[in-house]
């Protein structure tokens, strides 16, 4: 199992920056990918980024040029720096893990973090 703990959401002005951060215990060994995904009131859970074991970075086109994906491997954390923050931001932010046994992928998922931003 592996046990996601999320940090950093909050209230924020439009054109503001907030950090989010995921810290990542338990079975941690073969994490393949992490990442962050959100969800607004009445939408479904869509990718905002992801880095690979090996740092490969993928961003949804909406945060592309805003947001900056990162992990620090010894600390088990990965991290979310968000720029230029718009009102359409505005969801719940969940920390993924994806960690693959054999030829299964299991997904990790923390407990959300709000992330408000008022225009």
């Known amino acids: 199992q592996v046990q996601l703990v999320e940090s950093g959401g909050g209230l924020v002005q439009a054109g503001g920056s907030l950090r989010l951060s995921c810290a990542a215990s338990?079975?941690?060994?073969?994490?393949?990918?992490m990442g962050w995904y959100r969800q607004a009131p009445g939408k479904q859970r869509e990718l905002v980024a992801t880095?690979?074991?090996?740092?490969?970075?993928n961003y949804a086109d909406s945060v592309k040029g805003r947001f900056t994906i990162s992990r620090d491997n010894a600390k088990n954390t990965v991290y979310l720096q968000m720029n230029s923050l718009k009102p359409e931001d505005t969801a719940v932010y969940y920390c993924n893990a994806a960690r693959q046994v054999g030829f299964v992928i299991n997904n990790y998922w923390g407990q959300g973090t709000q992330v408000t931003v008022s225009s």
């Open positions: 338990g079975t941690i060994f073969k994490i393949n990918a």
């Open positions: 880095i690979t074991s090996d740092g490969s970075t």
